[in-house]
Nanobody, 118 residues
Framework: HVQLVESGGGSALAGGSVRLSCAAS??????YSWFRQAPGQEREGVAA????????YYLNSVEGRFTISHDNAKNTLYLQMNSLKPEDTAIYYC??????????????WGQGTQVTVS
């Protein structure tokens, strides 16, 4: 049984930083990602990582501001978000066993954590 539990969400001022964590249990996969969904909008892929070769993928609007990483020993996924903007406000979800930022390909999802930027 695969379980993903996000933490670290909350409120931040524009220009500030937040770090999200996603603890995985039950199995280890090579691909992990972060998605987000703002009110009234569709869920979109933010960042993805392939822990096999270390490759990363980012949504254009967050590249250079967000960094995805994975701690193999802790089996925990992270998203460091810097230079936050109000448009980054959304519920952020971690996911695993999928391909890049293709939402429909991911099999396992966390429950989501709210990030609000004002």
């Amino acid at each position: 049984h695969v379980q993903l539990v996000e933490s670290g969400g909350g409120s931040a001022l524009a220009g500030g930083s937040v770090r999200l964590s996603c603890a995985a249990s039950g199995y280890t996969f090579n691909t992990y990602s972060w998605f987000r969904q703002a009110p009234g909008q569709e869920r979109e892929g933010v960042a993805a990582i392939d822990t096999g070769d270390g490759s990363t993928y980012y949504l254009n609007s967050v590249e250079g501001r967000f960094t995805i990483s994975h701690d193999n020993a802790k089996n925990t996924l992270y998203l460091q978000m810097n230079s936050l903007k109000p448009e980054d406000t959304a519920i952020y979800y971690c996911a695993t066993w999928g391909v890049g930022l293709l939402e429909s390909s991911y099999a396992y999802w966390g429950q989501g954590t709210q990030v609000t930027v004002s």
